[in-house]
């Protein structure tokens, strides 16, 4: 057993006892997995979703089906552990009110240009709300094109056939072209 082992060969590994093959697993998959739940939610958010998903990943490797790719079984765990935790999100904020004397910050100065004041931080953070907007199984399509993964094993993962994930990519990019257009990231300066 080593890298170039199949995930097949992996599994059985690990699920005859061999620690080292979920080692193995977890290193050729933990880029694009943690790549694909930071899309979802950022800094230390993506962190915890990260460990629950290998966490029940190795609770659960015993019920992998071989006929489906593991790569997609793991990114439907992923994605289903980000959904959770959205929706759980969602359900704090409609409780949260702010401290009393603190306010809901400004809107952009509508005076200055974007591209003026805008540094990575903004731009990363004006990208995070464009991808707010797309539905769940969009941001998923997404998320994982980023990471360069097939939209065959994109179609496995969301169970759907490959024209619909193709679908759902064309209508969150152009979703996020128009929210990041509407917020002045894609206008550049004229010289005039």
């Known amino acids: 057993m080593n890298s170039d082992s199949t995930d097949k060969e992996l599994i059985d590994a690990y699920l005859a006892g061999a620690d ?4 193995l697993l977890y290193n050729r998959y933990k880029r694009q997995v943690y790549g694909y739940l930071k899309s979802f939610a950022p800094g230390a958010d993506a962190d915890d979703l990260f460990q629950q998903t290998w966490i029940r990943v190795s609770k659960k490797l015993h019920r992998y ?4 790719k593991f790569q997609a079984w793991l990114f439907r765990l992923a994605r289903n552990i980000a959904l959770d935790h959205l929706r759980a999100v969602k359900r704090k904020s409609r409780y949260e009110i702010l401290p009393a004397g603190e306010q809901a910050p400004d809107a952009i100065d509508d005076r200055e240009e974007p591209w003026q004041a805008m540094n990575d931080e903004e731009m990363r953070a004006q990208l995070a709300r464009a991808l707010a907007q797309l539905s769940p199984n969009q941001r998923a399509v997404f998320a994982m094109r980023q990471k360069n993964v097939s939209f065959k094993i994109i179609a496995e993962e969301q169970g759907c056939p490959i024209g619909t994930v193709l679908m759902r990519m064309h209508y969150a990019m152009k979703k996020v072209r128009t929210a990041l257009q509407r917020d002045g990231v ?6 005039e």
Do not use: I, K
Request: charged share 50%; glycine share 0%.
């Open 20 to 23: 080292e093959a979920f080692a």
């Open 65 to 68: 089906h071989c006929e489906q």
């Open 186 to 191: 894609d206008e550049e300066p004229r010289d």
